[in-house]
């Protein structure tokens, strides 16, 4: 089964987007905060993290960078969540490492089909 980390320190969108990666099949790590997210990412290896920019401590762009930085975790497919829609944010986003970013407020179905169309492509 595949595995997705979800961090992002408001409970409600945590909760929702286990929520729905969950009815698609998917198994779900969820945290809080930044430095857990970088924890269970290096001990878990989930194949897939979705990250809130804006968490305290670790930003998700934080986690993103360490992340790429870890040859063990480096390949982990990331996409970045946040309410930051200005260009400089996306773009400090993809040159943290995303392959993608997703901005609130979303859609949760839009979010799992992203996540569902990043998996389809890390496997061919």
């Known amino acids: 089964m595949t595995t997705v980390l979800v961090a992002d ?6 909760d929702l987007v286990a929520f729905k990666l969950e009815q698609a099949g998917l198994e779900v790590l ?3 905060d930044g430095q857990t997210a970088v924890e269970t990412a290096r ?3 989930p194949t897939l993290a979705v990250l809130d920019v ?3 401590g670790l930003s998700g762009i934080d986690v993103c960078r360490m992340l790429r930085a870890d040859p063990s975790t480096a390949g982990m497919l990331i996409i970045m969540l946040t309410a930051r829609v200005q260009e ?6 993809f040159s943290a490492g995303a392959d993608d970013y997703v901005t609130k ?5 839009e979010l799992v089909s992203r ?3 990043l998996l389809t ?3 061919t």
Request: net charge neutral; aromatic share 4%; hydrophobic share 35%.
């Open 9 to 14: 320190d408001d409970a409600d969108i945590r």
């Open 30 to 32: 969820a945290v809080g």
């Open 43 to 45: 001990t878990r290896l």
């Open 54 to 56: 804006s968490m305290p």
């Open 88 to 93: 400089q944010d996306v773009e400090g986003g």
């Open 105 to 109: 407020p979303f859609s949760p179905r």
């Open 115 to 117: 996540i569902q169309a």
């Open 121 to 123: 492509r890390a496997r």
